[in-house]
């Protein structure tokens, strides 16, 4: 799966947000730094959804599996 980073210069530097993925979103002093705080952003959406779905099921009968979102 690939997704799509969108980065806008700002007079403090560059800001970045992935258009995909509502909620990761930062900026930087340089386009690498954001680039590098994107990522970091990335993960912590992806974590703290994970967390929360996690508390969602808790002492329910669930079904994981692999999910893969490559192109068909």
Do not use: C, H, W
Not at 11 to 30: C, H, K, R
Not at 34 to 60: C, F, H, P, W, Y
């Amino acid at each position: 799966m690939k997704l799509t980073a969108v980065f806008m210069s700002v007079p403090e530097g560059y800001i970045g947000f992935v258009e995909e993925l509502p909620g990761a979103n930062t900026q930087g002093s340089t386009m690498e730094e954001t680039r590098e705080n994107l990522k970091e952003a990335v993960q912590m959406v992806l974590d703290a959804n994970r967390e929360l779905a996690e508390r969602s099921i808790v002492g329910k009968l669930v079904s994981r599996e692999p999910f893969d979102l490559a192109a068909q």
